[in-house]
């Protein structure tokens, strides 16, 4: 079994305050035992980041010291002579192994940034890989992750709230065509519609069913165990009956 979770966040005074709060929250997952936490797409009031490493040295220390892998969210970050949004991963050992870029700008997003190019897995006590916020929207995305051997999703989201009904959707679905769980945070103010989702799969009499858990209002965190393996099976029937049709 396996210790995933999300943090739900919410409006903070300044950076500096969100940080040291968020800080807190991961420290207490950490003594929880949990093995990945992901958070949410720009829940910083400045959310252009020039120096990830600088930016979370604080989340890579717990990061170590609970051999805990953190997600701490998806922000603008300059690539050459244009953005990109990037998700940053830490790993169990305190460092950054890695980046995914968000493959499908949202609306004013596509005038701002250069979109990601290719789906990254990373493995630390799992397989994973990052769905980022409109993402989700698209199939290809979370099936390339699947493809290349993710055993779970996580989504850095920043969904407003009149936009939470179809997210939850979107999110049932992949996880359902994938065969895999989903963990999904998102921010809660008087803008962004919270009800951060993790979202689970289990087969009753041959038919596999989404079972999902909504984060309660405010700042808060989910956490949940899964047995990743379980899916393998269901998983790979899918897939050769996908390959039948082309």
Not at 71 to 92: D, T
Not at 221 to 240: P, V
Request: charge should be positive.
């Amino acid at each position: 079994m396996i210790k995933l979770g999300i943090i739900q966040t919410t409006s903070y005074s300044n950076d500096e305050r969100a940080k040291n709060i968020v800080s807190r929250l991961l420290e207490l997952l950490g003594k929880k035992e949990t093995d990945v936490v992901c958070l949410p797409e720009q829940w910083l009031r400045q959310n252009v980041i020039s120096n990830f490493d600088s930016e979370f040295a604080r989340f890579k220390s717990i990061a170590k010291n609970y051999s805990l892998t953190i997600i701490p969210g998806a922000f603008y970050e300059k690539k050459s002579n244009r953005y990109v949004i990037s998700a940053p991963v830490i790993g169990p050992t305190g460092e950054i192994i890695g980046k995914q870029e968000k493959i499908h700008p949202f609306d004013y997003e596509k005038r701002k940034i250069k979109h990601g190019t290719k789906t990254v897995v990373f493995k630390t006590k799992c397989r994973f890989g990052l769905v980022i916020c409109y993402d989700m929207v698209f199939a290809d995305v979370a099936k390339s992750l699947v493809k290349k051997g993710a055993d779970v999703l996580f989504s850095p989201s920043r969904i407003v709230r009149r936009g939470v009904q179809p997210w939850h959707l979107y999110v049932q679905v992949r996880s359902l065509e994938n065969r895999v769980p989903i963990l999904a945070a998102n921010i809660e103010n008087r803008r962004f519609g919270g009800k951060s989702i993790v979202t689970d799969l289990y087969e009753k009499d041959g038919v596999m069913i989404p079972k999902i858990e909504s984060a309660p209002k405010g700042q808060c965190f989910a956490i949940g165990s899964f047995n990743l393996a379980k899916y393998k099976k269901s998983r790979n029937i899918r897939y050769l009956d996908a390959q039948k049709f082309s």
